[in-house]
């Protein structure tokens, strides 16, 4: 299965939700494109996404890199499997704030 996307706000913060894999620039060009529109503070639930490589963290660090030159943050949560010991073995899970549910992510926003 490659990558499906759902995009949604709640409490005025984008909710990317990730399902299945990253595994090639066809599985992210159109949530790029999605993502690279929106304006203001993003949370990535990936508690469905199965697996990543080089080209889902790149789309990472990129969101991240976006986010905060234009005054926002990105945070993650929901990460686990194989995901998360790829951001571990990759030394780039110190780069995101994490948090295991997506309330705990939408709750940071509110402090």
């Not at 949604?8 to 990253?22: D, N, P, R, T």
């Not at 203001?40 to 889902?56: A, K, V």
Request: charged residues 20%; glycine residues 6%; hydrophobic residues 40%.
């Amino acid at each position: 299965m490659s990558l499906t996307f759902n995009l949604s706000e709640q409490q005025s913060v984008h909710v990317a939700s990730l399902k299945g894999k990253i595994t090639s620039s066809p599985d992210i060009e159109q949530l790029n494109t999605t993502l690279a529109a929106l304006s203001g503070n993003i949370i990535f639930e990936l508690t469905e996404l199965t697996h990543i490589n080089s080209t889902g963290i790149n789309l990472f660090i990129k969101t991240l890199t976006r986010s905060r030159v234009n005054g926002h943050e990105l945070v993650l949560c929901g990460i686990n499997g194989n995901v998360k010991q790829l951001f571990e073995l990759a030394k780039i899970d110190g780069l995101f704030k994490q948090f295991e549910t997506l309330e705990d992510s939408i709750n940071h926003f509110k402090q």
